[in-house]
Protein backbone atom coordinates (compact mmCIF):
# COMPACT_ATOMS: atom_id res chain seq x y z
CA UNK A 1 0.00 0.00 0.00
CA UNK A 2 2.26 2.19 0.85
CA UNK A 3 4.39 1.30 -2.00
CA UNK A 4 1.47 2.49 -4.10
CA UNK A 5 0.95 5.58 -2.41
CA UNK A 6 4.27 6.60 -2.87
CA UNK A 7 4.39 5.44 -6.31
CA UNK A 8 0.91 8.06 -6.54
CA UNK A 9 2.87 10.90 -5.43
CA UNK A 10 5.94 10.53 -7.67
CA UNK A 11 3.67 10.48 -10.46
CA UNK A 12 1.96 13.32 -9.15
CA UNK A 13 4.76 15.46 -8.97
CA UNK A 14 6.23 13.70 -12.52
CA UNK A 15 2.72 15.06 -13.69
CA UNK A 16 3.26 18.61 -11.79
CA UNK A 17 6.55 18.80 -13.46
CA UNK A 18 5.58 17.85 -16.77
CA UNK A 19 2.96 20.73 -16.46
CA UNK A 20 4.89 23.51 -15.64
CA UNK A 21 7.85 22.27 -18.13
CA UNK A 22 4.98 21.86 -20.72
CA UNK A 23 3.99 25.90 -19.40
CA UNK A 24 7.38 26.91 -19.86
CA UNK A 25 7.84 25.97 -23.05
CA UNK A 26 4.19 27.31 -23.91
CA UNK A 27 5.37 30.81 -23.01
CA UNK A 28 8.88 30.35 -24.62
CA UNK A 29 7.12 29.29 -27.69
CA UNK A 30 4.46 31.94 -27.58
CA UNK A 31 7.51 34.90 -27.23
CA UNK A 32 9.31 32.78 -30.10
CA UNK A 33 5.90 32.98 -31.90
CA UNK A 34 5.47 36.27 -31.71
CA UNK A 35 8.92 37.34 -32.01
CA UNK A 36 9.48 35.70 -35.34
CA UNK A 37 5.88 36.73 -36.31
CA UNK A 38 6.50 40.79 -35.89
CA UNK A 39 10.51 40.36 -37.35
CA UNK A 40 8.98 38.80 -40.50
CA UNK A 41 5.97 41.14 -40.89
CA UNK A 42 8.43 44.32 -40.25
CA UNK A 43 8.07 46.32 -43.38
CA UNK A 44 10.86 45.16 -45.60
CA UNK A 45 13.04 48.12 -47.63
CA UNK A 46 10.38 49.34 -48.83
CA UNK A 47 10.39 49.74 -52.61
CA UNK A 48 9.67 53.76 -53.41
CA UNK A 49 8.17 55.07 -56.66
CA UNK A 50 8.41 58.08 -58.04
CA UNK A 51 6.51 61.05 -59.36
CA UNK A 52 7.53 64.45 -61.10
CA UNK A 53 5.70 67.29 -61.60
CA UNK A 54 6.49 70.94 -62.46
CA UNK A 55 4.16 73.66 -61.25
CA UNK A 56 4.98 76.45 -63.74
CA UNK A 57 3.71 79.50 -62.51
CA UNK A 58 2.90 83.01 -63.42
CA UNK A 59 5.59 84.41 -60.78
CA UNK A 60 8.07 81.48 -60.75
CA UNK A 61 8.35 77.52 -61.30
CA UNK A 62 8.72 74.81 -58.79
CA UNK A 63 9.69 71.63 -59.29
CA UNK A 64 7.87 68.76 -56.98
CA UNK A 65 8.84 65.60 -56.41
CA UNK A 66 6.58 62.47 -55.18
CA UNK A 67 6.93 59.04 -53.78
CA UNK A 68 4.92 55.84 -52.47
CA UNK A 69 5.33 52.48 -51.40
CA UNK A 70 5.41 50.67 -55.01
CA UNK A 71 2.92 48.50 -53.78
CA UNK A 72 0.44 50.50 -52.33
CA UNK A 73 -0.45 52.91 -55.38
CA UNK A 74 -3.97 52.48 -54.58
CA UNK A 75 -4.13 53.02 -51.04
CA UNK A 76 -5.61 56.55 -50.45
CA UNK A 77 -3.05 58.91 -48.94
CA UNK A 78 0.13 57.13 -49.86
CA UNK A 79 1.64 59.39 -52.04
CA UNK A 80 3.65 61.87 -50.52
CA UNK A 81 6.47 64.66 -51.19
CA UNK A 82 9.42 63.60 -51.14
CA UNK A 83 11.44 67.16 -52.17
CA UNK A 84 10.76 70.60 -53.71
CA UNK A 85 12.66 72.92 -55.36
CA UNK A 86 12.07 76.41 -57.09
CA UNK A 87 13.56 77.43 -59.62
CA UNK A 88 15.16 80.49 -59.65
CA UNK A 89 14.08 84.11 -61.65
CA UNK A 90 10.31 84.15 -62.86
CA UNK A 91 8.07 82.47 -64.41
CA UNK A 92 8.49 80.78 -67.55
CA UNK A 93 5.74 83.57 -69.09
CA UNK A 94 8.51 85.57 -68.67
CA UNK A 95 10.38 84.22 -71.53
CA UNK A 96 8.25 85.58 -73.95
CA UNK A 97 10.80 87.49 -75.66
CA UNK A 98 13.68 84.62 -75.50
CA UNK A 99 11.21 81.55 -75.33
CA UNK A 100 14.28 78.92 -76.06
CA UNK A 101 15.98 80.08 -72.64
CA UNK A 102 13.09 79.06 -70.86
CA UNK A 103 14.10 75.44 -70.68
CA UNK A 104 17.37 75.79 -69.64
CA UNK A 105 16.12 77.92 -66.70
CA UNK A 106 14.63 74.65 -65.20
CA UNK A 107 18.68 72.89 -65.30
CA UNK A 108 19.35 73.47 -61.61
CA UNK A 109 15.96 72.22 -60.16
CA UNK A 110 15.84 69.18 -62.82
CA UNK A 111 19.31 67.98 -61.93
CA UNK A 112 18.33 68.44 -58.44
CA UNK A 113 15.61 65.49 -59.22
CA UNK A 114 18.08 63.34 -60.63
CA UNK A 115 19.88 63.16 -57.43
CA UNK A 116 16.81 62.90 -55.28
CA UNK A 117 15.56 60.00 -57.29
CA UNK A 118 17.48 56.83 -57.27
CA UNK A 119 19.29 55.95 -60.67
CA UNK A 120 17.42 52.91 -61.15
CA UNK A 121 13.98 54.42 -60.84
CA UNK A 122 14.62 57.30 -63.58
CA UNK A 123 13.21 55.60 -66.56
CA UNK A 124 9.79 54.68 -65.11
CA UNK A 125 9.40 58.40 -63.14
CA UNK A 126 6.90 59.96 -65.39
CA UNK A 127 6.95 63.64 -65.43
CA UNK A 128 4.89 66.43 -66.13
CA UNK A 129 4.68 70.39 -66.29
CA UNK A 130 1.79 71.60 -66.13
CA UNK A 131 1.64 75.78 -66.83
CA UNK A 132 -0.94 77.62 -65.12
CA UNK A 133 -2.40 81.67 -65.62
CA UNK A 134 0.76 83.39 -66.33
CA UNK A 135 1.07 81.14 -69.84
CA UNK A 136 -2.73 81.79 -69.73
CA UNK A 137 -2.24 85.42 -70.40
CA UNK A 138 1.18 84.75 -72.81
CA UNK A 139 -1.34 82.43 -74.79
CA UNK A 140 -3.66 85.41 -75.06
CA UNK A 141 -1.70 88.22 -75.68
CA UNK A 142 1.09 86.53 -78.12
CA UNK A 143 0.32 82.63 -78.78
CA UNK A 144 3.01 81.81 -81.11
CA UNK A 145 5.59 82.77 -78.31
CA UNK A 146 3.37 80.97 -75.58
CA UNK A 147 3.86 77.58 -77.76
CA UNK A 148 7.53 78.76 -78.61
CA UNK A 149 7.86 79.03 -74.50
CA UNK A 150 6.31 75.50 -74.06
CA UNK A 151 8.43 73.91 -77.04
CA UNK A 152 11.66 74.88 -75.37
CA UNK A 153 11.18 73.57 -71.85
CA UNK A 154 9.33 70.59 -73.62
CA UNK A 155 12.74 69.94 -75.28
CA UNK A 156 14.64 70.70 -72.10
CA UNK A 157 12.67 67.91 -70.07
CA UNK A 158 13.04 65.28 -72.90
CA UNK A 159 17.20 65.44 -72.38
CA UNK A 160 16.47 64.18 -69.00
CA UNK A 161 15.95 60.21 -68.00
CA UNK A 162 12.51 60.44 -66.45
CA UNK A 163 9.17 59.18 -68.50
CA UNK A 164 8.21 62.74 -70.55
CA UNK A 165 4.51 62.97 -70.21
CA UNK A 166 3.98 66.80 -72.00
CA UNK A 167 4.16 70.00 -71.59
CA UNK A 168 1.02 71.99 -71.09
CA UNK A 169 -0.89 75.07 -69.89
CA UNK A 170 -4.06 73.48 -67.66
CA UNK A 171 -7.21 75.02 -67.82
CA UNK A 172 -8.29 77.36 -64.53
CA UNK A 173 -10.66 74.19 -64.07
CA UNK A 174 -7.82 71.93 -63.72
CA UNK A 175 -6.15 73.78 -61.69
CA UNK A 176 -9.21 74.01 -59.40
CA UNK A 177 -10.37 71.11 -59.08
CA UNK A 178 -6.84 69.05 -58.85
CA UNK A 179 -5.82 71.63 -56.09
CA UNK A 180 -9.09 70.69 -54.17
CA UNK A 181 -8.40 66.51 -54.93
CA UNK A 182 -4.89 67.32 -53.27
CA UNK A 183 -5.80 68.84 -49.93
CA UNK A 184 -8.76 66.20 -49.75
CA UNK A 185 -6.53 63.61 -50.31
CA UNK A 186 -3.70 64.42 -47.88
CA UNK A 187 -6.54 64.88 -45.93
CA UNK A 188 -7.56 61.69 -45.90
CA UNK A 189 -11.39 62.83 -46.79
CA UNK A 190 -11.29 60.17 -49.11
CA UNK A 191 -13.28 56.95 -49.24
CA UNK A 192 -15.12 58.03 -45.69
CA UNK A 193 -18.78 59.40 -45.00
CA UNK A 194 -16.57 62.39 -43.80
CA UNK A 195 -17.01 65.84 -45.41
CA UNK A 196 -14.57 67.19 -47.66
CA UNK A 197 -12.38 70.62 -47.44
CA UNK A 198 -12.96 73.34 -50.05
CA UNK A 199 -10.33 74.48 -51.97
CA UNK A 200 -8.93 78.43 -52.29
CA UNK A 201 -5.94 78.76 -54.32
CA UNK A 202 -4.90 82.59 -55.12
CA UNK A 203 -1.93 82.97 -57.30
CA UNK A 204 -0.29 85.81 -58.60
CA UNK A 205 -2.59 85.91 -61.70
CA UNK A 206 -5.52 84.02 -61.38
CA UNK A 207 -7.64 82.18 -58.11
CA UNK A 208 -9.07 79.47 -57.81
CA UNK A 209 -12.65 78.69 -55.48
CA UNK A 210 -13.70 74.68 -55.44
CA UNK A 211 -16.01 73.19 -52.96
CA UNK A 212 -18.52 70.37 -53.27
CA UNK A 213 -22.15 71.61 -53.46
CA UNK A 214 -25.82 70.26 -54.52
CA UNK A 215 -26.21 72.12 -57.37
CA UNK A 216 -25.12 73.98 -59.94
CA UNK A 217 -26.63 76.34 -62.41
CA UNK A 218 -23.93 77.10 -64.74
CA UNK A 219 -22.52 73.84 -66.79
CA UNK A 220 -18.76 75.76 -66.64
CA UNK A 221 -18.63 75.41 -63.25
CA UNK A 222 -19.31 71.60 -62.56
CA UNK A 223 -16.74 68.68 -62.09
CA UNK A 224 -18.16 65.66 -60.71
CA UNK A 225 -15.44 62.50 -59.33
CA UNK A 226 -16.22 58.87 -58.75
CA UNK A 227 -13.61 58.18 -56.28
CA UNK A 228 -13.09 55.69 -53.72
CA UNK A 229 -16.85 54.43 -53.72
CA UNK A 230 -18.09 58.29 -53.63
CA UNK A 231 -19.38 60.59 -55.90
CA UNK A 232 -18.31 64.60 -55.58
CA UNK A 233 -20.43 66.84 -57.31
CA UNK A 234 -17.98 70.01 -57.52
CA UNK A 235 -18.48 73.63 -57.99
CA UNK A 236 -15.23 75.15 -59.34
CA UNK A 237 -14.48 78.54 -60.57
CA UNK A 238 -10.88 80.15 -61.42
CA UNK A 239 -10.42 84.08 -62.13
CA UNK A 240 -8.24 85.00 -64.89
CA UNK A 241 -6.64 88.52 -63.37
CA UNK A 242 -7.72 87.88 -59.93
CA UNK A 243 -4.09 86.86 -58.79
CA UNK A 244 -2.57 89.54 -56.50
CA UNK A 245 0.14 90.64 -59.10
CA UNK A 246 -2.50 91.03 -62.19
CA UNK A 247 -4.91 92.69 -59.36
CA UNK A 248 -2.35 95.01 -58.50
CA UNK A 249 -1.68 96.36 -61.59
CA UNK A 250 -5.69 96.39 -62.37
CA UNK A 251 -5.90 98.46 -59.57
CA UNK A 252 -3.10 100.98 -60.59
CA UNK A 253 -4.13 100.95 -64.01
CA UNK A 254 -7.72 102.47 -62.44
CA UNK A 255 -5.74 105.10 -60.33
CA UNK A 256 -3.95 105.69 -63.52
CA UNK A 257 -7.11 106.20 -65.75
CA UNK A 258 -8.96 108.28 -63.43
CA UNK A 259 -6.52 110.57 -63.29
CA UNK A 260 -5.40 110.49 -66.91
CA UNK A 261 -6.35 113.72 -68.98
CA UNK A 262 -6.52 115.89 -65.58
CA UNK A 263 -2.40 116.61 -65.42
CA UNK A 264 0.75 114.84 -66.44
CA UNK A 265 0.89 111.88 -63.76
CA UNK A 266 4.04 112.42 -62.13
CA UNK A 267 3.05 110.70 -58.73
CA UNK A 268 0.25 108.25 -57.88
CA UNK A 269 -0.74 108.22 -54.35
CA UNK A 270 -1.59 104.84 -53.11
CA UNK A 271 -3.64 104.21 -50.30
CA UNK A 272 -2.73 100.56 -50.16
CA UNK A 273 1.64 101.04 -49.85
CA UNK A 274 3.22 102.81 -46.67
CA UNK A 275 3.32 106.07 -45.68
CA UNK A 276 6.92 106.80 -47.52
CA UNK A 277 7.07 104.70 -49.92
CA UNK A 278 8.19 106.38 -52.80
CA UNK A 279 9.58 104.00 -55.94
CA UNK A 280 9.80 105.08 -59.57
CA UNK A 281 7.68 102.43 -62.31
CA UNK A 282 7.37 102.11 -65.41
CA UNK A 283 3.81 102.62 -67.16
CA UNK A 284 4.95 99.16 -69.05
CA UNK A 285 5.07 97.64 -65.88
CA UNK A 286 1.49 98.37 -65.04
CA UNK A 287 0.20 98.15 -68.71
CA UNK A 288 1.98 95.12 -70.01
CA UNK A 289 -0.87 92.94 -69.13
CA UNK A 290 -3.92 91.35 -71.28
CA UNK A 291 -6.05 92.47 -67.43
CA UNK A 292 -5.55 95.71 -68.23
CA UNK A 293 -6.53 98.03 -71.07
CA UNK A 294 -4.05 99.99 -73.21
CA UNK A 295 -2.93 103.58 -72.49
CA UNK A 296 -0.94 106.23 -74.78
CA UNK A 297 0.76 108.12 -72.48
CA UNK A 298 3.87 110.08 -73.52
CA UNK A 299 5.55 109.59 -70.25
CA UNK A 300 7.66 106.46 -69.79
CA UNK A 301 7.98 106.34 -65.46
CA UNK A 302 6.22 107.62 -62.88
CA UNK A 303 6.36 107.79 -59.10
CA UNK A 304 4.79 105.38 -57.01
CA UNK A 305 3.87 107.39 -53.39
CA UNK A 306 2.64 105.49 -50.79
CA UNK A 307 -0.01 106.42 -48.40
CA UNK A 308 -0.76 104.10 -45.96
CA UNK A 309 -4.08 104.25 -45.41
CA UNK A 310 -6.35 101.07 -45.27
CA UNK A 311 -10.20 102.03 -45.24
CA UNK A 312 -9.41 103.93 -48.80
CA UNK A 313 -6.86 100.80 -50.07
CA UNK A 314 -10.16 98.40 -48.89
CA UNK A 315 -12.28 101.18 -51.12
CA UNK A 316 -10.14 101.38 -53.91
CA UNK A 317 -9.70 97.40 -54.14
CA UNK A 318 -13.35 96.69 -53.66
CA UNK A 319 -13.97 98.23 -56.99
CA UNK A 320 -12.06 95.71 -58.73
CA UNK A 321 -15.01 93.54 -58.34
CA UNK A 322 -18.23 93.94 -60.16
CA UNK A 323 -21.12 92.58 -57.81
CA UNK A 324 -24.28 94.65 -59.82
CA UNK A 325 -24.95 91.91 -62.30
CA UNK A 326 -26.26 88.51 -61.80
CA UNK A 327 -28.37 86.14 -64.05
CA UNK A 328 -28.03 82.98 -61.32
CA UNK A 329 -29.61 82.99 -57.99
CA UNK A 330 -26.44 83.85 -56.38
CA UNK A 331 -22.82 85.06 -57.72
CA UNK A 332 -19.39 85.78 -56.11
CA UNK A 333 -18.32 88.59 -58.86
CA UNK A 334 -18.17 89.38 -62.18
CA UNK A 335 -21.48 87.70 -63.15
CA UNK A 336 -20.01 84.53 -62.50
CA UNK A 337 -22.45 81.95 -60.71
CA UNK A 338 -21.09 80.74 -57.02
CA UNK A 339 -23.59 78.63 -54.73
CA UNK A 340 -23.30 80.22 -51.21
CA UNK A 341 -19.68 79.08 -49.67
CA UNK A 342 -20.26 75.98 -46.86
CA UNK A 343 -18.65 73.55 -44.71
CA UNK A 344 -14.70 73.87 -44.39
CA UNK A 345 -11.86 75.35 -46.43
CA UNK A 346 -8.07 74.87 -47.02
CA UNK A 347 -7.04 78.33 -48.02
CA UNK A 348 -3.47 78.16 -49.88
CA UNK A 349 -0.29 79.29 -52.23
CA UNK A 350 -0.77 83.27 -51.79
CA UNK A 351 -3.66 83.18 -49.28
CA UNK A 352 -1.47 81.14 -46.96
CA UNK A 353 1.96 83.58 -47.65
CA UNK A 354 0.16 86.67 -47.24
CA UNK A 355 -2.16 86.14 -44.15
CA UNK A 356 0.80 83.70 -42.36
CA UNK A 357 3.22 86.96 -42.51
CA UNK A 358 0.31 89.27 -41.22
CA UNK A 359 -0.34 87.11 -38.27
CA UNK A 360 -4.15 87.05 -39.23
CA UNK A 361 -4.32 83.22 -39.96
CA UNK A 362 -6.13 82.55 -36.87
CA UNK A 363 -9.24 84.75 -35.15
CA UNK A 364 -11.86 87.04 -36.53
CA UNK A 365 -12.76 88.85 -39.53
CA UNK A 366 -13.22 91.75 -37.72
CA UNK A 367 -9.83 91.31 -36.02
CA UNK A 368 -8.14 90.50 -39.00
CA UNK A 369 -9.13 93.83 -40.58
CA UNK A 370 -8.38 96.04 -37.47
CA UNK A 371 -4.87 94.11 -37.58
CA UNK A 372 -4.64 94.68 -40.76
CA UNK A 373 -5.30 98.51 -40.53
CA UNK A 374 -2.84 98.82 -38.03
CA UNK A 375 0.11 97.28 -39.95
CA UNK A 376 -0.96 99.44 -43.16
CA UNK A 377 -0.43 102.56 -40.85
CA UNK A 378 3.42 101.85 -40.51
CA UNK A 379 5.73 103.67 -42.20
CA UNK A 380 7.63 102.21 -44.98
CA UNK A 381 11.18 102.66 -43.11
CA UNK A 382 9.62 101.09 -40.02
CA UNK A 383 8.65 97.86 -41.95
CA UNK A 384 11.99 97.82 -43.62
CA UNK A 385 13.85 97.75 -40.25
CA UNK A 386 11.18 95.63 -38.83
CA UNK A 387 11.59 93.09 -41.28
CA UNK A 388 15.52 93.12 -42.76
CA UNK A 389 15.67 89.70 -44.07
CA UNK A 390 12.24 89.96 -46.01
CA UNK A 391 12.27 90.52 -50.06
CA UNK A 392 11.31 93.95 -50.69
CA UNK A 393 9.01 93.67 -52.93
CA UNK A 394 6.95 91.12 -51.13
CA UNK A 395 7.27 93.34 -48.14
CA UNK A 396 6.42 96.53 -50.18
CA UNK A 397 2.87 94.69 -51.24
CA UNK A 398 1.84 92.92 -48.14
CA UNK A 399 -0.85 95.68 -47.07
CA UNK A 400 -2.42 95.77 -50.15
CA UNK A 401 -2.23 91.96 -50.69
CA UNK A 402 -3.95 91.50 -47.30
CA UNK A 403 -6.56 94.09 -48.29
CA UNK A 404 -7.21 92.00 -51.55
CA UNK A 405 -7.16 88.68 -49.78
CA UNK A 406 -9.82 89.97 -47.23
CA UNK A 407 -11.99 91.70 -49.59
CA UNK A 408 -11.59 88.95 -51.99
CA UNK A 409 -13.06 86.68 -49.58
CA UNK A 410 -15.80 88.96 -48.04
CA UNK A 411 -17.05 90.69 -51.40
CA UNK A 412 -15.91 88.38 -53.92
CA UNK A 413 -16.45 84.86 -52.33
CA UNK A 414 -18.92 85.63 -49.80
CA UNK A 415 -17.78 84.38 -46.48
CA UNK A 416 -18.78 86.78 -43.67
CA UNK A 417 -18.02 87.24 -39.71
CA UNK A 418 -19.95 83.63 -39.32
CA UNK A 419 -18.27 81.61 -41.78
CA UNK A 420 -14.71 83.21 -41.59
CA UNK A 421 -13.63 80.50 -39.29
CA UNK A 422 -14.02 77.63 -41.25
CA UNK A 423 -11.39 79.06 -43.44
CA UNK A 424 -7.78 76.86 -42.77
CA UNK A 425 -5.07 79.11 -44.14
CA UNK A 426 -2.40 76.25 -45.02
CA UNK A 427 1.07 75.48 -46.37
CA UNK A 428 1.64 71.93 -46.12
CA UNK A 429 -0.59 69.20 -45.10
CA UNK A 430 1.81 66.21 -43.72
CA UNK A 431 4.89 66.39 -45.45
CA UNK A 432 3.20 68.10 -48.76
CA UNK A 433 2.46 71.30 -50.06
CA UNK A 434 -0.90 71.80 -50.49
CA UNK A 435 -1.69 73.00 -54.59
CA UNK A 436 -3.22 71.34 -57.60
CA UNK A 437 -0.06 69.67 -58.63
CA UNK A 438 -0.02 66.09 -56.51
CA UNK A 439 -3.75 65.98 -57.47
CA UNK A 440 -2.77 66.30 -61.43
CA UNK A 441 -0.22 63.36 -60.66
CA UNK A 442 -2.78 61.28 -59.10
CA UNK A 443 -5.44 61.51 -62.26
CA UNK A 444 -3.08 61.25 -64.54
CA UNK A 445 -1.62 57.91 -63.21
CA UNK A 446 -5.09 56.41 -62.17
CA UNK A 447 -3.88 56.80 -58.45
CA UNK A 448 -7.03 57.30 -57.04
CA UNK A 449 -9.37 54.68 -58.32
CA UNK A 450 -13.52 55.42 -58.69
CA UNK A 451 -13.98 52.39 -56.43
CA UNK A 452 -12.39 51.91 -52.68
CA UNK A 453 -10.22 48.26 -53.25
CA UNK A 454 -11.62 45.70 -50.95
CA UNK A 455 -10.00 45.63 -47.43
CA UNK A 456 -9.01 42.40 -46.13
CA UNK A 457 -10.15 42.13 -41.82
CA UNK A 458 -7.11 42.49 -40.94
CA UNK A 459 -3.67 44.33 -41.80
CA UNK A 460 -1.19 41.24 -43.45
CA UNK A 461 1.21 41.70 -40.22
CA UNK A 462 -1.59 41.37 -37.67
CA UNK A 463 -3.46 38.44 -39.65
CA UNK A 464 -0.08 36.40 -39.59
CA UNK A 465 0.53 37.23 -35.94
CA UNK A 466 -2.86 35.87 -35.32
CA UNK A 467 -2.53 33.25 -37.22
CA UNK A 468 0.73 31.82 -35.67
CA UNK A 469 -0.84 32.22 -32.30
CA UNK A 470 -3.91 30.36 -32.83
CA UNK A 471 -2.11 27.58 -34.52
CA UNK A 472 0.68 27.84 -31.32
CA UNK A 473 -2.23 27.58 -29.25
CA UNK A 474 -3.83 24.53 -30.63
CA UNK A 475 -0.51 22.71 -30.86
CA UNK A 476 0.07 23.03 -26.87
CA UNK A 477 -3.94 22.43 -26.43
CA UNK A 478 -3.78 19.09 -28.43
CA UNK A 479 -0.17 18.26 -26.57
CA UNK A 480 -1.34 19.02 -23.61
CA UNK A 481 -4.34 17.22 -23.35
CA UNK A 482 -2.19 14.08 -25.00
CA UNK A 483 -0.13 14.17 -22.15
CA UNK A 484 -2.44 14.29 -19.41
CA UNK A 485 -5.27 11.96 -20.76
CA UNK A 486 -3.58 9.37 -22.76
CA UNK A 487 0.01 8.58 -21.02
CA UNK A 488 -0.37 5.17 -19.16
CA UNK A 489 -0.13 4.85 -15.73
CA UNK A 490 2.45 2.38 -13.82
CA UNK A 491 -1.09 0.71 -12.39
CA UNK A 492 -2.53 0.69 -15.54
CA UNK A 493 -4.86 2.97 -14.86
CA UNK A 494 -5.00 6.32 -16.55
CA UNK A 495 -3.67 9.02 -14.57
CA UNK A 496 -6.34 12.18 -13.84
CA UNK A 497 -4.91 15.10 -12.34
N1 LIG B 1 6.68 84.54 -49.37
C1 LIG B 1 5.77 85.11 -50.15
N2 LIG B 1 5.12 86.22 -49.75
C2 LIG B 1 4.19 86.79 -50.51
N3 LIG B 1 3.82 86.35 -51.71
C3 LIG B 1 4.44 85.25 -52.17
C4 LIG B 1 5.43 84.56 -51.43
N4 LIG B 1 5.85 83.51 -52.15
C5 LIG B 1 5.15 83.51 -53.30
N5 LIG B 1 4.30 84.58 -53.33
C6 LIG B 1 3.34 84.95 -54.36
O1 LIG B 1 2.45 83.87 -54.58
C7 LIG B 1 1.96 83.96 -55.90
C8 LIG B 1 2.17 82.62 -56.55
O2 LIG B 1 1.57 82.65 -57.79
P1 LIG B 1 1.93 81.64 -58.96
O3 LIG B 1 1.64 80.28 -58.49
O4 LIG B 1 3.31 81.92 -59.47
O5 LIG B 1 0.94 82.14 -60.07
P2 LIG B 1 -0.35 81.50 -60.76
O6 LIG B 1 -0.83 80.40 -59.87
O7 LIG B 1 -1.34 82.62 -60.84
O8 LIG B 1 0.10 81.06 -62.10
C9 LIG B 1 2.72 85.09 -56.59
O9 LIG B 1 1.95 86.26 -56.53
C10 LIG B 1 3.95 85.25 -55.71
O10 LIG B 1 4.46 86.56 -55.74
CA1 LIG C 1 -0.11 78.76 -58.58
Redesign the pocket.
Known sequence: MDEQREMKVKNRTMVRTMIITITVFIVLGFILMVTIGVVQNKPLQQKYKYGIVL?A????TSVYIYEWPAEKENNTGMVQQKHACNVKGK?ISSYSDKPTLAGASLKECMDEACEAIPVHRHSETPIYLGA???MRLLKLGNKSASEEVLKSVGQFLQTYPFSYQGARIITGQE?GAFGWITVNYLSNNFGKASTTFGAL??????TQITFVTAKVESQDNTIDFRLYGNDYHLYTHSFLCY???QVLKMSLSKSINSKHGQTDIIALEDPCFHEGYNVTMTFQSVFNSPCVGRLNLTQNTFTHVGLGKWSECHTVVRKVFQKSECKYSTCSFNGVFQPPVHGNFGAF??FY??MD?LNLTAGSLDKAQSKLQEYCALPWNTIKKMYPHV?EK?LAE?CF?GTYILTLLEDGYNFTSDNWNYIRFIKKIGESDAGWTLGYMLNLTNMIPAEAPDKPLLPYGGYVTFMLLLSFLILSLCLLAYKCFCRPTGSGQRDVI
Not at 57 to 60: L, P
Not at 201 to 206: E, I, N, T
Open positions: DGSSHGTAGEDLGGASGKDSAFVFKYYS
